[in-house]
């Protein structure tokens, strides 16, 4: 897993993402970037980027 705070950050950057993320965004990212879950909702809270319209309850 490619679990480093730096290549988050340019994930969402890359993906125009600026003060909220859809969970099916998420999952489109942790996948591309082989990111794990749990570390990158983690990354996502703490730089206050809300996670939004999650269906599947992964990044609650």
Do not use: V
Not at 8 to 15: F, T
Not at 21 to 34: D, E, F, G, T
């Amino acid at each position: 897993m490619n679990d480093d705070p730096k290549l988050y950050q340019k994930a969402i950057d890359e993906s125009g993402i600026r003060e909220s993320i859809s969970c099916a965004q998420a999952m489109a990212l942790c996948n591309k970037y082989q990111f794990s879950r749990i570390p990158f909702r983690k990354y996502c809270d703490t730089h206050n980027i809300k996670f939004s319209n999650c269906s599947f309850g992964c990044f609650k």
